[in-house]
């Protein structure tokens, strides 16, 4: 009989062909080999199908659905997986070559345990390669509060498949998905950060922020992802309260607002970028906002400076 793999990678695609063969090769070049790669095609009309069978290595596996949206695409991923630990990977990123090793380490010294690690991950920041922030050692703040305002990212984790069997991808929210998943992960299971950074996050201009505004729905897109926000609060509000403050939810409508104030100024949509600004204050005047608030105005009085640039904001 096959032993089955330690490790299932997903990668949700979409007409991504001229990308994506840097996100296999990554895995193929994994120090450490017991793995599957389960490459779920949502539907794509481009040559995506025959890139991913160009590749002979038996570890990878072709899977086409209808097109979806990437969680039913990873939560198709998911149940197709064989692996104990489940990873995921998006189609226009890599590993380095020792990404799945760190995570063995830890994992065989213990005891193969039901628990979720975590990797840090390197992004582009105004051409230089930064690093994201980590769960900080040791410390006190529950990884659920932690999480909730900052960018942690499904495709750093390797979760064992056991926390998986009653938690998927939210299949109605195409934004901020990932957040509302790991919070619900983190208030039951067991977390561990690894100090250790060994994702690449890219950005490509067809992709994330930069498409969104320039199609010009930013209200619309911004109002998905308070959508989700409150989606995750209304459904899982017994599991959170033990982790999180009572405002929590108010707290992250108003800066996933400020998010967007900010961002649409970058854009030059000041328009936009009021009305999102005072969408912010209308849901609380939070302390820990308040260099922001200020920043935002000094921008928005003397605008022509430019923020950074982000993958995404959701």
């Known amino acids: 009989m096959e032993a089955s793999p330690l490790f299932s990678v997903i ?4 007409n991504r062909s001229h ?18 790669l389960l490459i779920i095609d949502d539907g794509s009309t481009d040559n995506t199908k025959n890139v991913v069978n160009s590749y002979s290595d038996k570890r990878i596996k072709y899977i086409y659905q209808e097109h979806a949206e990437r969680s039913t695409a990873r939560n198709n991923g998911i149940k197709n997986a064989k692996g104990l630990y489940i990873c995921f990977m998006d189609d226009d990123d890599y590993y380095l070559e ?13 005891k193969y345990p039901v628990k979720i690690f975590r990797n840090g991950f390197y992004f582009m920041d105004k051409g230089k390669l930064k690093k994201s922030k980590n769960y900080p050692l040791n410390s006190k703040v529950h990884p659920v509060r932690f999480w909730a305002f900052h960018f942690c990212s499904a495709c750093t ?3 064992h498949k056991e926390c998986l069997f009653q938690n998927k991808f939210p299949t109605n929210y195409e934004y901020w998905e990932d957040t509302h998943l ?15 950074y060994t994702y690449i996050y890219s950005m490509y201009d067809e992709m994330g922020s930069r498409s969104v505004f320039n199609d010009g729905n930013l209200r619309k897109v911004c109002n998905k992802n308070i959508a989700a926000i409150n989606d995750l609060f209304d459904a899982s509000q017994d599991l959170l309260i033990k982790c999180l403050p009572k405002n929590t939810r108010q707290k992250l409508v108003s800066k996933k607002y400020q998010d967007y104030a900010e961002a649409a100024l970058f854009y030059k949509k000041r328009k936009d970028s009021k009305y999102f600004f005072f969408k912010s204050l209308s849901n609380g005047i939070h302390f ?27």
Do not use: C, M
């Open 11 to 14: 990668i949700p695609t979409f």
């Open 19 to 36: 990308l994506i063969s840097k996100a296999i090769e990554s895995t193929l070049h994994q120090s450490y080999e017991n793995w599957e």
């Open 98 to 110: 020792n990404h799945l090793e760190l995570f063995q380490n830890e994992i065989e010294k213990q």
């Open 157 to 159: 984790l390797a979760i």
């Open 182 to 196: 790991i919070l619900r992960l983190l208030a039951e299971f067991p977390f561990q950060q690894i100090p250790s």
């Open 288 to 314: 820990s906002l308040s260099l922001r608030y200020a920043y935002w105005l000094i921008r928005f009085i003397f605008s022509g400076v430019v923020y950074p640039k982000s993958k995404s904001i959701d």
